[in-house]
């Protein structure tokens, strides 16, 4: 694969409103996205997401370091250059932005348009776009006269409708309900598996996340504290931001407060388990259990996949004499991480 977008020691500091300045927005971020992967960026609100995202096309200036798109450095371009660069690039919004007076097939055609599209190709293309993202018989509704989904549907056709290379999604499916996430969400697999357009999703929903993206960089206070791919970001998260939102995403992992809690309801040694492909697929736990003489009582748990893999977290309370929970422990530590409180 080839790297189609790189940030080198990328820097934003906004200007300061009044005396105070305030920390900047990104702070010394360096990534590299692949041709034809979909990159998730996950982050509280604030931690900088957008403001990255914007840099990527030009939108926002970075203060400092280099965003290269291609290997073309988009702040050196001259304003002409940067809108052809645009072109390749397309973008959908939380708020969908779209023409309210425009029809579906308007807004669809419109950056067409600017591109300087001749009518007949434009009809072709948009009649296409529709049928693609599921608006059979729409082409001449307005946006209000649409659910919020199929306004997304419409906003991800026009982004997609001169053929970018990179698709750049800020927060497409956060003003939507589960259910029609689930279907924005399989569009943009479609739009990444179908025409090969490398995705960047901006999000603060690790469900959206973890279904759409390969590969995921976590995002606070304008640094990346981590990176990986999906499955070791969620069954193995070492930046305490990172277990956080994996930790109220799953639900499986207890923090030091509830753990507090516990401890008195749930008497023996207490560990939490790193659930993998060793722990989960095979009989382990067991086999331990019954060759070194222990029971357990599951404190609190659970088992996901995530492109196939598990992952996933168990908290156990293990009773039996000393000798033979200590090694119940030391071997199950040879497999995977074992954390005793
Ligand atoms: P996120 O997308 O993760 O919610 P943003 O990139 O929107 O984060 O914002 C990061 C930080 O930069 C925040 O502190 C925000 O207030 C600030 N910020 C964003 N846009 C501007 C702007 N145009 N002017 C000044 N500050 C901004």
Known sequence: MSERIRLAAVTKQYPSKGRSTAPPAIDGVDLSIEAGEIYG??????????????????????????????????????????????HGIGMVFQQFSLWNSRTVF?????????????????????????????????AFARPRQLSGGQKQRVGIARAIAARPSILLSDEAT???DPQTTTGIVDLLRSVNREFGITIVVVTHEMDVVSALADRVSILSEGRVVESGDIHQILARPRHPVT???????????????EKDALRERFTGRRISVTVDAATAESPLLSRLARENGVD???????????????????????????????????????????IAW
Not at 128 to 134: W, Y
Not at 310 to 317: D, I, V
């Open 243 to 257: 277990a956080g939102l994996v930790g109220s995403y799953t639900g499986t992992t207890l923090t030091e407060r």
């Open 174 to 176: 956060s003003a939507l």
């Open 106 to 138: 308007g807004n669809i055609a419109t950056p067409l348009k600017i591109a300087g599209w001749k009518d007949d190709a434009i009809a072709r293309r948009v009649g296409e776009l529709i049928d693609f993202v599921g608006l059979q018989g729409k």
């Open 296 to 338: 357990f009582a599951i404190i609190q748990g659970g088992v996901a996949r995530v492109r196939s893999l598990p992952y996933g977290q168990l908290s156990l309370a293990l009773h039996g004499d000393d000798a033979a929970v200590d090694r119940f422990i030391a071997q199950l530590g040879e497999h995977t991480e074992v």
């Open 41 to 86: 960026l996950i982050g509280r609100s604030g931690a900088g997401k957008s403001t990255l995202l914007r840099m990527i096309n030009g939108l926002e200036k970075p203060t400092a370091g280099r965003v290269l798109v291609d290997g073309v450095d988009v702040h050196a371009l001259a304003p002409s250059e940067l809108r052809a660069l645009r």
